[in-house]
């Protein structure tokens, strides 16, 4: 991995170092009173780590069409209990958001995902491609020395083609179940439950395309995080939902809304229209998932 950032812009340096210093102190202030003793001291935050399109250098800013790159950060810790987000990242994601609406000192998304260093290093030795990915293309951002990565052990291609083929039957095939339920919802006028089963239709596209791509799987049911993550591995999907309008802009956020929402609280509303618009985007997003992982598989079959 490259420890500098020597290719991108001044002002994007200043903004990932208030970033790293602003994950830093929220994950100091979420340990600070545990009394348990794997909670308590220095060095539970053991790297912080930029890949994405930021580390390569190709990453996007277009004001025209809507559409900036997220900064995406690996974050390793020590133990896997301190990955839980609401119990030790939520408050610290909620201060990016507010600077990010600032628009002072960060004018740049940030898409966080959390492992345990025992979780990357196994994951190394399974072959999986999105971490093998982060270390030949990641920028350590900080680390606490002494906590080596383990060397990746690459899977055969027989081997990748058989876990990949299995992972695009089951999650493509889950998707188009949760499509179709969501279907029957929006025709037996069940608003919530139809805006519910399009965004686990749209989980479970995203993630089939990681699967398929990286044998891995982000653990997450934000929408965004998945989406910003999809995007930048594969650009064709950045198609699937526009925001020229406010109107939307609006129907997407009903439906990142809607794992929480549209279960549990009784002020949730989506429209007609709004779940027709969501369908059709849907659509389009498993058509280009299908794509993308039709052209993997036949790449790896072709190479076995």
């Not at 279960?263 to 299908?290: D, H, M, P």
Request: charge should be negative.
């Amino acid at each position: 991995m490259k420890h500098d950032l020597d290719h991108l812009p001044e002002g994007k340096r200043r903004e990932l170092a208030l970033v790293v210093e602003m994950i830093r102190e929220g994950f100091a202030r979420a340990t600070k009173q545990r009394t348990q003793p794997r909670f308590r001291g220095p060095g539970h935050l053991l790297k912080i780590i930029l890949f994405g399109s930021y580390a390569r250098g190709d990453w996007v800013e277009d004001p025209v069409g809507r559409y900036f790159s997220d900064y995406d950060l690996l974050v390793v810790v020590d133990h896997e209990d301190l990955t839980d987000v609401p119990e030790f990242w939520l408050k610290a994601e909620d201060r990016l958001l507010e600077v990010l609406a600032e628009g002072t000192r960060l004018r740049t998304p940030v898409s966080l995902v959390y492992h345990s260093l025992d979780d990357v290093n196994e994951k190394l030795r399974l072959g999986r491609y999105f971490f093998m990915d982060i270390l030949r293309d990641g920028v350590v951002l900080f680390e606490e020395k002494g906590h080596p990565f383990v060397e990746p052990v690459p899977l055969s291609t027989a081997e990748a083609l058989a876990e990949t083929q299995g992972y695009f039957e089951e999650w493509f095939a889950s998707a188009v179940n949760f499509e179709t339920l969501a279907a029957t919802a929006r025709e037996g006028s069940m608003p919530k439950e139809a805006a519910f089963l399009l965004h686990q239709a749209a989980e479970r596209l995203y993630q089939c395309l990681f699967l398929v791509r990286t044998l891995y799987m982000p653990k997450t049911h934000n929408l965004n995080r998945l989406r910003s993550l999809a995007e930048d591995m594969e650009p064709r999907l950045k198609q699937v939902w526009p925001s020229a309008t406010k109107e939307v802009r609006q129907a997407y956020a009903r439906l990142r809304e809607a794992y929480i929402k549209a279960r549990y609280s009784r002020e949730y509303r989506i429209t007609a229209e709004q779940l027709g618009w969501l369908g059709e985007r849907v659509a389009l997003l498993k058509s280009v998932v299908e794509v993308a992982c039709v052209e993997r598989l036949t790449t790896l079959a072709e190479a076995a």
